[in-house]
């Protein structure tokens, strides 16, 4: 059975600083693997998509990076800003089946 | 072009009643997946729709049910609610299946009274 993991569940960093956030699968058999980011009492915003064929995404100040062997996903986040302030979340694909299977979410919180 | 759109956004019920929530994708999107989000659970998938059939189905008791339009709208149905119901139910949207990129929509909050 597919779990995804986040770690840490908090982190708070003061403005300007490059970060790093974890997301580990136990099952190598993924399709894809997504990351979102959630602000308050709203929907879920797609940030990057890396498939499974894939090594890394980037998108402006972010990008990720995927090692399957591993089972880990990083997103790194540079120079960050007040507003980068979310929770972030990772989602697999299994191989089988094409539903999301999601961590917890880490919650980050950037102090101006 | 316009998002996932999905309505309402708030709805109050109580135990008991049943409801209806409504989920647009964007424009061209052809898969449609439901997911249900609670403080204690997190995100899990309820079940997916393509071309108008449930091709996936998570793990949720046969009170939750969905179905598709011709359109690619859908809609999910919860009967019989309960108060742990009480969740934000998202809807996302995909180009051909649900392994691709999946954009969401705002969600519905449902509370159960």
């Known amino acids: 059975k597919q779990e995804v993991t986040q770690i840490p569940a908090a982190l708070s960093v003061p403005e300007g600083e490059n970060l790093v956030l974890n997301c580990s699968f136990t099952?190598?058999?993924?399709?894809?693997l997504q990351w979102f980011r959630q602000d308050p009492g709203k929907g879920l915003t797609s940030l990057l998509l890396i498939q499974s064929s894939q090594r890394e995404q980037t998108s402006g100040r972010l990008n990720a990076s995927l090692d399957k062997s591993s089972g880990r996903s990083t997103l790194y986040i540079a120079a960050s800003q007040p507003g980068d302030s979310a929770t972030y979340l990772c989602?697999?694909?299994?191989?089988?089946?094409?539903?999301?299977?999601w961590g917890a979410g880490t919650k980050l919180i950037i102090k101006p | 072009k316009a998002g996932v759109t999905q309505t309402p956004r708030y709805l109050i019920k109580t135990r008991g009643q049943q409801v209806t929530l409504s989920c647009s994708p964007i424009?061209?999107?052809?898969?449609v997946s439901w997911y249900q989000q609670t403080p204690g659970q997190g995100l899990q998938f309820l079940f997916e729709?393509?071309?108008?059939?449930?091709?996936n189905k998570g793990n949720f008791p046969g009170r939750f049910s969905g179905r598709q339009f011709s359109n690619s709208r859908s809609e999910m149905n919860v009967s019989t609610l309960e108060l742990g119901d009480s969740a934000l139910y998202l809807c996302?949207?995909?180009?051909?299946?649900?392994?691709?990129?999946?954009?969401f929509g705002p969600g519905t909050r449902l509370t159960v009274l």
């Open positions: 996302a949207s995909s180009l051909e299946t649900s392994g691709l990129e999946q954009f």
């Open positions: 099952d190598s058999a993924i399709y894809n």
């Open positions: 989602a697999v694909t299994r191989g089988s089946n094409y539903q999301l299977i």
């Open positions: 729709y393509f071309s108008e059939t449930q091709r």
């Open positions: 424009s061209g999107h052809r898969s």
